[in-house]
């Protein structure tokens, strides 16, 4: 291969990160909580202003606690955004209780609110699991309103939305609870993790409770509910706190990928994620569909890997995924043309302008 090889979005580290790693080493807090675990929780839950925040080991996990510490469970049923990744909807079948699909909209990608309100008026759900997708909002206001209206229990899935904000509050910390992954590819890493956020402190507690094997309080293992093994490690939050320090400088750079990118294409027929207006995206990751049908995203994939640049398809609709064939889903069309015309773009905010003038350049060719 000519060049190194370019990542669609790898963990960029800020220099800090080891620091916080020796600290846990040296008193010898490895296994499995200490101070970082509590420094992240703070740093996240300041940062998004929530009052509380509980590291555990995924963002699966943090959604999963979400639902049981709400009271989901068997025959529930559960709204849900469609074009997420799977980890937003897993655990609602964990819980045994059943995902209604609901699909996007074209001016967010992210969940069409009317779609929700036919699902309201016809039967409500109980709960709504609502994805922020690739580090943008979804419509915030009619979403609110609606769950308000039919009293369900609104849970944001921000995984990919650390940083991202709708009429200046951060997503993921606007709802009663909301959830953050600090997977390998998030904006922020712990090379793993994941983080509840909330301003009830029950909530939380209730959740910590549960993701500590429900382990009762006393100095034996007594148990009289079923729990996980879902808290972080100190190791893997020593990484998250360097990160944390950086996150403010990762959000700026992603912003200045996504605006290289819309000037570098702006000949091109393709658009952009749009942005509503009252959020800020974190642009996560940068992605566009293609309005010419000449030119297919696997062919631009396929140019793009020529040069040993990695690009990935928009996520395949959860509606379309053969695991939910059965599952009861309202549809529009949106996400899935979405998915045949759409393209992730490298966005790590290590990227030189060089990197970026070689993923542009390799895209125009492809279209010349
Ligand atoms: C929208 C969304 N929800 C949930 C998850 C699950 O997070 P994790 O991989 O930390 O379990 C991810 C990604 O990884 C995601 O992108």
């Known amino acids: 291969m000519k060049n190194k090889r370019i990542f669609l979005s790898p963990p960029h580290m800020g220099g800090s990160e080891l620091d916080f790693i020796h600290s846990a080493f040296e008193r010898n807090y490895i296994a499995p909580l200490g101070e970082n675990v509590s420094g992240f929780e703070e740093d996240v839950g300041a940062f998004v ?41 897993s655990p609602i079948v964990y819980q045994n209780a059943e995902p209604i699909l609901i699909d996007s909209d074209e001016t967010s990608w992210n969940l069409d609110p009317n779609l929700l309100e036919d699902l ?8 709504l699991v609502l994805t922020h997708l690739y580090g943008q909002s979804a419509d915030m206001d009619a979403i609110c309103e609606i769950c308000e209206r039919y009293d369900v229990t609104l849970i ?26 600090f997977n390998g590819n998030k904006i922020i890493t712990a090379s793993g993790g994941g983080m509840l956020v909330s301003n009830e402190e029950a909530l939380i507690k209730k959740a910590l409770f549960y993701a500590t094997q429900s382990r009762e309080n006393a100095p034996h293992y007594e148990h009289k509910e079923i729990g996980y093994n879902y ?3 100190n190791i893997s939050a020593g990484i998250g706190r360097g990160q944390a320090r950086v996150l403010p400088d990762r959000i700026r750079v992603k912003r200045e990928i996504f605006d290289f990118y819309r000037r570098a294409l702006s000949d091109l027929p393709v658009k952009f994620m749009p942005e509503l207006p ?9 992605t566009i569909t293609i309005e010419d049908k000449s030119v297919t995203p696997e062919k631009l994939r396929l140019a793009l890997e020529q040069e040993n640049v990695e690009s990935r398809p928009l996520w395949k609709p959860m509606h379309l995924q053969p695991v939910f064939k059965d599952a009861e889903k309202l549809i529009s069309g949106v996400s899935q043309k979405l998915f ?17 003038g070689l993923v542009a350049g390799t895209i125009k060719k492809a279209f010349a």
């Open 49 to 89: 202003g929530a009052k509380y925040a509980l590291g555990v080991s995924s963002g699966t996990a943090a959604l999963h606690l979400a639902l049981r510490v709400l009271g989901v469970g068997a025959g529930d049923r559960v709204a849900a955004s469609s074009f997420t990744f799977i980890g937003s909807v």
């Open 278 to 286: 009252p959020s800020r995206g974190s642009r996560w990751l940068t």
């Open 340 to 356: 045949n015309k759409g393209l992730c773009l490298p966005s790590g905010t290590a990227m030189s302008r060089d990197d970026l």
């Open 120 to 127: 309201c008026k016809r039967r409500k759900p109980k709960a």
């Open 231 to 233: 808290r972080m490690s």
């Open 156 to 181: 944001e899935d921000a995984a990919e939305a650390l940083g991202a904000t709708y009429r200046d509050r951060f997503c993921g910390a606007i709802a009663r609870c909301g959830v953050y992954s």
